[in-house]
């Protein structure tokens, strides 16, 4: 979908190119004017004869064969345009600056159908409507400012918002990062955030393409595309951050188990970009900063020096990064502080105070890479309170960085007092970070992002007796046999169980599983707020005063009877999400789900590898490893759970939610004691 005529293109024409600069006709032929377009530019404007120096076509059919079109007119008379450079003057990219399209009605929704049909009956490409455009080191076909320096080396850049675009631009740019490319794809008539990735990773070079990529990301109408092209580019040696604004009104609708409660779009997201590996950001100063250091050395292990001549931003950064998982391991060197001032540390943070001078950095540096083996990074904080200039330890500090084979990370906040010699730092190519804190909350949410999941090899279920039981359900909830069904079909493990809606039916039922027994009502959802489940009934007497008790609960219309097992109260749960499919869910069980809300989300097909990180990124994971005496969960057997949960979504993709809470898990293994299951067709 993407050419080359939109990426490199030889002629470009501005329709409604103005001679007013604070038009985007205007705008955008003076960014290709300053930004020097090495190919013809062509203006038309029915008023003028000439734009900004440049010939001006009043009537677009007199107009020579052209490469690309920006068009900056009126919606409405955007189509008959685009017919007109697709169909006489063989133009194959468009990029549409104008408003006025499906983002304000279904009249505008009408225009921008007319002009995806054009464009792809030519096979053609579209970039908006609605946006700023987009740049590269060949053309800026960009309306707004700041423009950034283009570099093939740079961050490829892809947003759904034009002004935030150029907000986080101008944050990056600040820090010194550079660009390789930057795509504003507004409306994403026919080019959306996927489309971009999908481009960027078929046409990937490793000798030649960036190997950074930031998305601003408002709606995500292609999860599966995303995560195949996001995963092949990041195991091509690529990095990738993203924000997905409108998190704030996810999960507001109503549901009716502890899954459709628990999971939300916004934990789908978070659930797509895990399994991608892409940096979840959520401000452009966190996104920007997240650039800065994926265009430094990958950081290999958890242990940094913090490095500084003042005490307070170290403290803060050590607190950053202990808070977050990485370590500020001690250090010991009688040597090393013999070559600093008197009153220096080098127990880490390494402080040789205010007075320290770049030769003494650059011993610490040396320490860093060639004594210091438990070291694998190092923040170098270094500001000025204004009494001297600086330029010899940001020079010392560019030339370690250019030998270093560990990381190292430049922590400049004197942004007055020395801003002089953070501009002649950035002129040298270098990126610095102004902020301690921001910067160690970043680097560790770096570090602690995981490497795309491997492609999950699913076991192997009993498909048709699945079919079965999905093809003869109605809509709505599982009678508790076909939940049975269902698990067995799965190879999930259950506890015996009988489903009884007599007296007499109760007493012999508890009879064959043997005493003691749990009773429990079947209907109701939340079972115990309504007095519904009874431990340990260990005689018939019990069993026939709890039977009818229980079965004149509201909405009861059977009770469930099982053996009494012990273990600890585990969960696993599946939501089907519109456009992203199941999540898997997994995390403590009972009415702790609730109250703790500790819970961890994978998208299915979940892999057993992928099972056993959610298991151990829980909160409560000690206790399912169990502690002070308490038997802990067999791990293998809970993911093997996870994985077959995920396994049976697959093969009935007609589940909307479900619930498996209590799974009881001891060392031996695990048990489904309760487990509920909707199943709903069409959810798209």
Same mark, same amino acid.
């Given at each position: 979908?993407?050419?080359?005529?939109? !990426?490199?293109?030889?002629?470009?024409?501005?329709?409604?190119?103005?001679?007013?600069?604070?038009?985007?006709?205007?705008?955008?032929?003076?960014?290709?004017?300053? /930004?020097?377009?090495?190919?013809?530019?062509?203006?038309?404007?029915?008023?003028?004869?000439?734009?900004?120096?440049?010939?001006? +076509?009043? /009537?677009?059919?007199?107009?020579?064969?052209?490469?690309?079109?920006?068009?900056?007119?009126?919606?409405?008379?955007?189509?008959?345009?685009?017919?007109?450079?697709?169909?006489?003057? /063989?133009?194959?990219?468009?990029?549409?600056?104008?408003?006025?399209?499906h983002e304000e009605g279904e009249e505008g929704a009408l225009l921008e159908k007319q002009i995806v049909d054009i464009v792809n009956s030519v096979g053609g490409s579209l970039i908006g409507p609605n946006c700023i455009g987009m740049m590269n080191h060949h053309h800026t076909a960009v309306f707004s400012k700041p423009i950034p320096k283009l570099d093939p080396r740079g961050v490829d850049f892809i947003s759904g918002?034009? #002004?935030?675009?150029?907000?986080?631009?101008?944050?990056?740019?600040?820090?010194?990062? !550079?660009?390789?490319?930057?795509?504003?794809?507004?409306?994403?008539?026919? !080019?959306?955030?996927?489309?971009?990735?999908q481009y960027l990773d078929e046409t990937f070079d490793p000798e030649s393409s960036s190997r950074v990529k930031l998305l601003y990301v408002e709606s995500i109408n292609k999860p599966q595309k995303l995560l195949k092209h996001a995963s092949s580019l990041i195991r091509k040696g690529c990095r990738i951050a993203a924000i997905k604004s409108g998190s704030s009104s996810a999960g507001s609708r109503a549901a009716s188990s502890h899954t459709g409660a628990l999971a939300s779009s916004d934990s789908a997201?978070? #659930?797509?970009?895990?399994?991608?590996?892409?940096?979840?950001?959520?401000?452009?100063?966190?996104?920007?900063?997240?650039?800065?250091?994926?265009?430094?050395?990958?950081?290999?292990?958890?242990?940094i020096a913090v490095i500084t001549h003042a005490g307070g931003p170290a403290v803060m950064l050590t607190d950053a990064l202990s808070n977050n998982g990485l370590e500020v391991p001690h250090l010991e060197s009688p040597e090393l502080l013999s070559k600093l001032y008197a009153g220096s540390s080098v127990a880490n943070p390494i402080d040789f105070l205010a007075t320290g001078t770049a030769e003494q950095l650059g011993e610490i540096i040396d320490y860093c890479n060639k004594d210091f083996d438990e070291i694998d990074g190092m923040a170098v904080i270094f500001?000025?309170?204004?009494?001297?200039?600086?330029?010899?330890?940001?020079?010392?500090?560019?030339?370690?960085?250019?030998?270093?084979?560990?990381?190292?990370?430049?922590?400049?906040?004197?942004?007055? /007092?020395?801003?002089?010699?953070?501009?002649?730092?950035?002129?040298?190519?270098?990126?610095?970070?102004?902020?301690?804190?921001?910067?160690?909350?970043?680097?560790?949410?770096v570090y602690n992002t995981p490497p795309p999941a491997e492609t999950?090899?699913?076991?192997?279920?009993?498909?048709?007796?699945?079919?079965?039981?999905?093809?003869?359900?109605?809509?709505? +909830?599982?009678?508790?046999?076909?939940?049975?069904?269902?698990?067995? #079909?799965a190879g999930i493990p259950r506890a015996g169980e009988a489903v009884v809606t007599s007296a007499e039916e109760a007493l012999s039922e508890a009879g064959r599983l043997g005493f003691p027994v749990?009773?429990?009502?079947?209907?109701?959802?939340?079972?115990?707020?309504?007095?519904?489940?009874?431990?340990?009934?260990?005689?018939?007497?019990?069993?026939?005063?709890?039977?009818?008790?229980?079965?004149? !609960?509201k909405d009861t219309t059977a009770i469930l009877i099982q053996p009494m097992l012990s273990g600890t109260?585990?969960?696993?749960? #599946?939501? +089907?999400?519109?456009?992203?499919?199941?999540?898997?869910?997994?995390?403590?069980g009972g009415?702790?789900?609730?109250?703790?809300?500790?819970v961890q989300t994978s998208l299915s097909p979940v892999s057993p590898d992928e099972a056993s990180v959610m298991i151990r990124s829980l909160k409560s994971y000690k206790l399912i490893q169990g502690v002070r005496g308490q038997e802990g969960v067999n791990e293998q057997a809970f993911a093997d759970a996870i994985v077959r949960l995920s396994a049976l979504c697959e093969a009935a993709p007609e589940i909307a939610e479900m619930d498996i809470n209590p799974l009881l898990g001891n060392s031996k293994g695990v048990v489904a004691v309760d487990a509920r299951i909707r199943i709903e067709r069409n959810m798209e």
């Open positions: 979908m993407i050419n080359e005529q939109l !990426i490199n293109p030889r002629s470009i024409v501005v329709i409604g190119g103005s001679n007013d600069t604070t038009k985007p006709g205007g705008k955008v032929l003076r960014n290709l004017i300053e /930004n020097h377009f090495p190919g013809e530019l062509y203006v038309t404007n029915p008023k003028e004869t000439e734009v900004q120096g440049i010939r001006c +076509y009043q /009537n677009p059919n007199d107009l020579p064969e052209v490469d690309m079109a920006v068009l900056a007119i009126a919606a409405r008379f955007c189509p008959d345009t685009v017919e007109l450079l697709a169909r006489k003057k /063989n133009t194959r990219a468009f990029i549409i600056l104008s408003a006025g399209f918002s034009g #002004a935030t675009a150029v907000f986080i631009m101008e944050t990056g740019m600040t820090n010194g990062l !550079i660009f390789s490319s930057v795509y504003s794809v507004g409306n994403s008539a026919q !080019i959306g955030v996927e489309e971009v990735l997201v978070d #659930a797509l970009f895990h399994k991608a590996g892409i940096v979840r950001c959520h401000s452009r100063t966190e996104l920007a900063t997240v650039a800065g250091i994926f265009m430094h050395k990958p950081l290999k292990g958890k242990n500001g000025s309170p204004g009494l001297t200039e600086v330029y010899d330890v940001y020079k010392l500090l560019d030339e370690r960085m250019k030998t270093s084979p560990k990381p190292i990370f430049p922590i400049l906040p004197s942004v007055v /007092n020395v801003k002089n010699e953070i501009e002649y730092f950035i002129s040298l190519g270098r990126i610095n970070f102004p902020d301690e804190v921001v910067f160690g909350n970043a680097l560790a949410r999950a090899e699913m076991p192997q279920v009993n498909h048709a007796a699945v079919r079965a039981v999905i093809e003869g359900s109605k809509d709505g +909830y599982l009678d508790p046999e076909k939940v049975q069904q269902l698990l067995d #079909a749990v009773m429990k009502v079947v209907g109701p959802v939340h079972k115990s707020d309504v007095g519904g489940v009874v431990l340990n009934v260990s005689d018939a007497g019990t069993v026939v005063q709890e039977f009818e008790r229980m079965i004149k !609960i109260q585990i969960f696993a749960g #599946a939501k +089907y999400e519109p456009k992203f499919g199941h999540m898997i869910l997994c995390g403590l009415i702790f789900i609730e109250i703790m809300k500790d």
